[in-house]
Every structure is written in C-alpha cells, then in structure tokens.
C-alpha cells in the first residue's frame, strides 16, 4: 500500500520499483491533530515532511509579533526541504490546519541515501529541486507585481 502511496507523490514518481522499495523502509509516519504544532521557527532540522492527508499551514513571524501564512499545504505537498538540505533550522512554523498524517525522510536517511544509494537520492533531490525553483519563480512573480504596482 505505501509503495504504491509513494509513486503518487512528485519526489518520488520517477524512482523505479527497487528504489521505492529502498524508500519506503527509511520513511517515518507522524501524525498531528487539528491546531498542533508540528514545529516552530528555528526549531533544529526535524526532517522533510511529506503530507500523506490533511492540511498544514506554515507561518513566519512578522517583526510586530503577527502570523503570517505563507503556505497552505495538502496531499503530496511537502515542507522542511530547506533544512533537510542544508541541515539547518526551520525558518518557518508549521501548524497542522486538520488532522495531518505526514511521511517523514530525516536527513539522517537522506545522507544515508546518498551514501549508499547515489542515484536515487540524486532523482529525489532532483525532483525537489524542481519544485523549489518553481516555487522561486512564483515568489518573484508575486515580487515584481509588488514592485510595478508600488512604481504605478
């Protein structure tokens, strides 16, 4: 059943069968309950998540103290990529918006991964590097609209 969860999911639908197989035994399940936190800000890397079912909400801080959504996530999206990559705190909070179950990688594992089994690490980080570049490209759309419509 999870092997099959996984091939549904953007990370992972162009490993092989074998690598799925590699995956699934170094995936962790988590589960959060309506308005738990999953982590705050600056909390030590915790892994990437992957929402199997539900919804999160990652939130920044603004200087004044407020809560700012940045990002409503739900199935096969996922969140800490940044940490996991660069073993560094989360810059953001995560709050589960409904009951959430998320399928965790540690970068433990990732290293691991990538000791070991080179190329499926390279496909997985490959596909998440794609989904960070389009979520760039969307960021700076969204910033060059501030900017002309600031300059207008």
């Known amino acids: 059943m999870l092997k099959k969860r996984l091939k549904g999911i953007s990370l992972f639908r162009e490993l092989t069968n074998q690598e799925i197989e590699v995956i699934a035994t170094v995936l962790e399940e988590a589960f959060y309950k309506k308005g738990s936190v999953v982590w705050e800000e600056g909390t030590p890397e915790q892994g990437l998540h992957i929402v199997d079912y539900g919804k999160v909400r990652v939130c920044r801080k603004t200087r004044e103290g407020h809560k700012q959504v940045l990002a409503v996530l739900k199935e096969n999206n996922f969140y800490g990529e940044l940490s996991i990559l660069d073993g560094r705190s989360h810059s953001a909070s995560v709050e589960a918006v409904e ?19 080179p190329v499926t690490a390279f496909n997985i980080l490959r596909a998440m590097t794609i989904e960070i570049c389009e979520l760039l490209r969307q960021m700076n759309a ?5 900017v002309n419509y600031v300059w207008e």
């Not at 969204?142 to 501030?146: L, N, P, T, V």
């Open 142 to 146: 969204k910033f060059m609209d501030m």
């Open 99 to 117: 009951d959430t179950k998320v399928l965790i990688l540690h970068k433990r594992s990732m290293d691991k991964l990538l000791k070991e089994n």
